[in-house]
């Protein structure tokens, strides 16, 4: 099986099926969670099972990416009120070994929206095109991060975004640059600066580029989970979540 079906197969097991005698066979006894709720190991995530299939709980995928090991999923989850909110959308990464899932990390955010353009957290492009331009896609959009993300170079934003055509799925920001350009100061007026300090993940496939970051919204620690589409070597649609790095997590594993 290739990573990309091993995940898609446990993520099946675990959230449409509930079914944790399938979720074993997909999942490593050491299986490393990220999670700040859930403790570490396969046997902790399997033993809610019978809890999340009495909730209701139900999955979506809307993308999936992979890059070596790692495979990206965008989702919704509805009915999760167990993972803090009824509708929660999610950048769920798995890192897969010897055919089973090893690790995970996600990102959820209580669905909201639609944003001032119309559009919703999950809604826009979802085909993988473009494979033979991953290398070049990915070093695009990490010159981005640390240039405009970390604020290396700001005023570069523009060599970066398409003037013409930015899509914008962040449920508080329109569409092209003068919407993030206009969020942006209305966060700062309101005293919420958003501060990205460390980028830990960047996978690639084709024309969709995934980030996995920390930094600060505000006075809180911050975990900032991008997917970012990019065509003919501009950014052109970009999806989020944003969640709270809390203090004490349920492991020793840390959010990343």
Known sequence: MSVKEVVLNAVTALFVQFDPEAARDLLAPGYIQHNPMVPTGAEAILGVLPALKESGLTAQVHRVIAEGDLV?????????????????????????????VVEHWDNL???????????????GAVEVTDL???????????????????????????????????????????????????????????GQVMRYDATHMIVAEGNFVFTASEGMFGETHTAFFDLFRVEDGKIVEHWDTLSEIPAQMAHENGKF
């Open 72 to 100: 990206v999923l965008h989702s919704t989850y509805d009915n999760a009120q167990a993972f803090g909110a009824k509708t929660q959308v999610a950048f769920d990464v798995f890192r897969v070994a010897d055919g089973k």
């Open 109 to 123: 955010q209580p669905l909201a929206g639609p944003n001032p353009s119309g559009r919703s957290m999950v809604d």
């Open 132 to 190: 033979d331009r991953t290398a070049e896609n990915k070093a695009l959009v990490t010159r981005f991060v640390e240039d405009v993300l970390h604020g290396k170079a700001p005023q570069n934003i523009a060599t970066y975004i398409s003037g013409e055509s930015y899509h914008q799925h962040n449920p508080l920001i329109a569409d092209g640059l003068e919407g993030l350009g206009a969020a942006l100061k209305a966060l700062a007026d309101a």
